[in-house]
C-alpha cells in the first residue's frame, strides 16, 4: 500500500485515488494490496483497448480468455486468466464497452471457473482485435481500429441485415487489402531496382490511392460494426479481417523505411 502512486494509509481497507487520469480503488488487507479496480465510468474504453492496455503489458504472460461469472453463473465480463485480471463488460465482441478492469489475486474464484469457461476461436479474435487497437486516452471516447466509430453509419433493422452490413463491408476491405498487398509487393520491387523510375512513381502512386481506399473500407466496417452491435453477436464479426489488416500496417511500415512516402 505504501507503494501506491497515490496518497493511501498503510493500515486501510480501501483506498481510491487517481492514476494516469482514471479512477482506482484498492481493497488491501494487512498492508497488503488484494485487488486493483480501475473505473472507466467516466471515460468509456472498449474491451479491445482494455485488452491492449492492461493484458498486453510488456511481461504479462500471454493472454487466455474466458467467460467470468457470478455466483448464479450469469456472465458479467470477461478474464484473463493468465494475468489475473477480469474485464466488467457488456459483452464479449471487440467493441463493447468495459466499465471496469479488476487486477485480482491468483486465488480469487472467478478465475478458476474462467479457466473452464475458455472462449477458444472467439478469445483469438479478442486478441487480433486488442494488438490492432490504437491506444487508450482517457480524454476521448473509445475509438476504433481505424480511429472514433462514424455517427453517421446505417442502422440495421434487424440481426439478418446486420449481418450482412458486415459482411458485404468485410468483402470490400478483404478485395482491396488484397490489391494493396499486390501493390505493396510491386513497389518493393522498384525501390530495389530503381525507386526513381517512371514505373516506380506509376505504381507508388496506385498503391497511394488504393491504401486510401482499404482505409476508408475498413473505417466503414468498424463504425457500421460500432453502431449496430446491439444487433450482432460474436460469431456475426469474425468476417472481420484483423489479420489482413495487420498485414496491411505491417508491410506499409517496412515500405515506408525503405523510403516510401505514403
Not at 1 to 27: I, W
Request: with cysteine; net charge negative.
Amino acid at each position: 500500500m505504501a507503494n501506491l502512486p497515490f496518497p493511501c494509509e498503510t493500515d486501510a481497507l480501501f483506498c481510491e485515488g487517481k492514476y494516469d487520469g482514471q479512477s482506482v480503488r484498492v481493497m488491501a488487507d494487512d498492508g497488503r494490496i488484494l485487488n486493483i479496480d480501475v473505473m472507466y465510468s467516466s471515460s468509456p474504453i472498449t474491451l479491445a483497448q482494455a485488452i491492449r492496455l492492461h493484458s498486453l503489458q510488456p511481461g504479462f504472460a500471454a493472454p487466455i480468455f474466458g467467460l467470468a461469472t457470478d455466483r448464479d453463473e450469469k456472465t458479467y465480463g470477461i478474464a484473463d486468466t493468465a494475468n489475473d485480471i477480469v474485464y466488467f463488460t457488456s459483452g464479449e465482441a471487440a467493441i463493447d464497452t468495459v466499465k471496469m478492469v479488476s487486477y485480482l489475486s491468483p486465488n480469487a474464484p472467478v478465475l478458476a471457473t474462467a479457466a473452464r469457461l475458455t472462449l477458444g476461436e472467439n478469445g483469438s479474435l479478442l486478441l487480433h482485435a486488442a494488438r490492432l487497437a490504437k491506444p487508450y486516452s482517457s480524454s476521448t471516447a473509445p475509438v476504433q481500429p481505424s480511429g472514433p466509430a462514424d455517427e453517421s453509419a446505417p442502422k440495421a433493422l434487424n440481426r439478418k441485415e446486420a449481418m450482412d452490413g458486415v459482411a458485404e463491408r468485410a468483402d470490400k476491405v478483404i478485395g482491396s487489402g488484397k490489391m494493396v498487398l499486390a501493390l505493396i509487393g510491386q513497389v518493393s520491387t522498384w525501390y530495389e531496382i530503381d525507386k526513381d523510375h517512371p514505373d516506380a512513381a506509376a505504381k507508388s502512386q496506385d498503391l497511394r490511392t488504393m491504401n486510401a481506399k482499404f482505409g476508408s473500407y475498413w473505417h466503414d466496417l468498424i463504425s457500421y460494426a460500432e453502431a449496430n452491435k446491439a444487433l450482432l453477436r460474436e460469431q456475426d464479426l469474425e468476417v472481420i479481417p484483423f489479420d489482413m489488416k495487420k498485414e496491411v500496417d505491417s508491410k506499409m511500415r517496412q515500405l515506408k523505411a525503405m523510403g516510401f512516402e505514403g
